[in-house]
């Protein structure tokens, strides 16, 4: 029943709608028939859902691809090539004059009599041919003792040419030189005639030729690296030493890794020396084998020096000798690090090398090279912020044969001479060495040197080390306070020399018996100032024995006083 009324009611209620709209549509237009169906038995049903009580499963996971693979298609293009057209430079560069003057010639003028003349010729323009000429000249028409009786005089001239090709180079060198000196250190009362009249000193000019040709490799950073030279001198003076002299000198330098060096060093010399008592054939043969190793900071070397000379000695066993030659470094640090030697040698004396260390040499009895039994040495280096370095050191040597110079005075006034020198060797000496370098840079404004030796002799048959130095000290400045301004100064110092001079007290036999002279301390202090006022012209001045000491380096013998020299310098 109650859903009976509610369908009736339902039913009512469309109805009255309908016939609102049946009116309104009346109203509008024209009336139309409608049906409408009733269907009460319709049921609406939904369907049920199913509840799931298992557990989503794990999915495996993914794992990546182990083979790549592409197909790749080629598409060639025929496409012209590009056509480019090369041009030169258009930029002109303008290299700096400064660097292209082959010329300069430096003159000057100063006291006692001295004129300074100094000349250079460089070729530049040419590029696989180069040579270059010079000339200087210096004399002294007054000296210390007597004026003109003590002048001085050195010339040279000389040139050389080089040939450079890929690789090489062919060079060779040509060259003449001429020293005059006078012998004052004798007593100016041995040199009265039968009226008392002065005569003079002797003097003696030394003329000198040498010329050489070599060739050498270039690049010396490849595996392999060369040097040959030959060399010829002739050597004469005013009285009787003549000397000429053929050299040949070659080395060669493998190297097969970076860390290892081979090296073979070559040398050959003939020399004829003729004086009074004497005319010699003398030779000299060497090779030098080393091989060289360098791992970081650890550097050493290991050699051998095989020597052939034929020297006329008493008793001699052998022309031949055999000499190790080993050197080793080790630096820690930039700040320290050390250094050791101990090796031997042959040290090559020649007429003409003697009379370069002493010019008042005179005849001379027996040439005699200096035999280096061994030296062992060690010592420390470092260096700090790159501009202090320093080397300390110690060594101790064996020589046989080692030369030293003496005055020719006899009991003898016939013979007896105080201005000449002979030479006098000791059969076995020891020669203990201790030495130090220090060097300072400030930037480009300051540069310092310097240099300490102190030497200790053990002789057997000289007495003394007679003309050798038992200190020296050496310190070289050089200031360039204002651009174009260059200023040096250099001090040398020498002691503890002793000279071999004449007891007068006693007057038996013709040799002796001999004085110990010891000679005054030397003190050379030398300044030099060169300004430029332009890029072509400079004036300069120097001063030697500023300090103006009576220094005699060998006996009989005081150099000039304070000596000044000033002039001016061209380039073209």
Known sequence: ????????????????????????????????????????????????????????????????????????????????????????????????????????????????????????????????FNY???????????????????????????????????????????????????????????????????????SNVQTTIEAKAGIRELEKVGPFSYEGQLSFRNFKDSYMARENQLGVEAS??????????GNVALAYFTTDPEDVTYSLNRTYFAVRPSVSYQYEAFNFTAGLNLVSENDSIQDK??????????????????????????SGDVQRNTYYSFVQENPYLGPSDQLLNTINNYKIAGGIEGQFQESVSYRAG????????????????????????????????????????????????????????????????????????????????????????????LVQANLNLMGGIKARGYDLSDTVGDTGPFQVVKMKTLADLQLKADYGITDRFSVFAEGNNIFNARNARWLNYPVRGIQLIGGAAFKF
């Not at 060669?252 to 060096?261: H, I, L, Q």
């Not at 020719?408 to 002979?422: E, G, I, K, V």
């Open 317 to 342: 066993s052998s022309d031949f000798h055999i000499f190790p030659n080993l050197k080793a470094s080790y630096q820690f640090a930039e700040e320290f690090g050390f250094y050791g030697e101990f």
């Open 394 to 485: 110690v060594d101790v040597s064996r020589y046989n044969q080692l030369y030293f110079f003496v005055n020719n005075y006899t009991n003898n006034p016939l013979t007896s001479d105080s201005a000449h020198f002979s030479l006098v060797y000791d059969e076995k000496s020891t020669v203990f060495n201790i030495n130090a370098k220090v060097g300072f840079q400030f930037s480009d404004i300051y540069t310092m040197t310097s240099r300490l030796d102190l030497y200790q002799y053990d002789l057997s048959t000289q007495a003394e080390a007679w003309n050798r130095p038992i200190w020296e000290v050496r310190v070289n400045n050089q200031f360039t306070p204002i651009p174009r301004l």
């Open 252 to 261: 060669g330098t493998f190297r097969p890794v970076e860390d290892w060096k």
């Open 1 to 128: 029943m109650k859903k009976l009324a509610k369908t009736i009611l339902f039913t009512g209620i469309i109805g009255l709608s309908s016939g609102a709209v049946l009116a309104q549509t009346q109203q509008r237009g024209e009336i139309t028939d409608q049906e409408f169906v009733i269907r009460k038995d319709r049921v609406l049903t939904v369907p049920v859902q199913p509840r799931l009580y298992q557990k989503l499963p794990t999915l495996p996971q993914p794992t990546g691809l182990q083979d790549f693979r592409y197909l790749v298609s080629q598409y060639p293009l025929n496409l012209k090539p590009m056509e480019l057209e090369a041009e030169p430079s258009q930029k002109v560069y303008t290299p700096d004059r400064l660097d292209l003057y082959p010329g300069y010639v430096r003159a000057g003028y100063g006291n006692f009599e001295s004129p300074l003349i100094e000349a250079r010729y460089m070729g530049t323009e040419v590029a696989d």
């Open 132 to 202: 270059a000429l010079q000339f200087n000249h210096q004399s002294f028409g007054k000296g210390p003792v007597l004026g003109e009786e003590s002048k001085e005089s050195h010339t040279d001239f000389g040139g050389d040419l080089s040939y450079f090709a890929e690789f090489f180079e062919v060079f060779g060198g040509l060259a003449w030189k001429q020293d005059s000196y006078q012998f004052y250190g004798e007593d100016p009362n041995s040199l009265l005639d039968e009226n008392d009249q002065f005569v003079g000193f002797g």
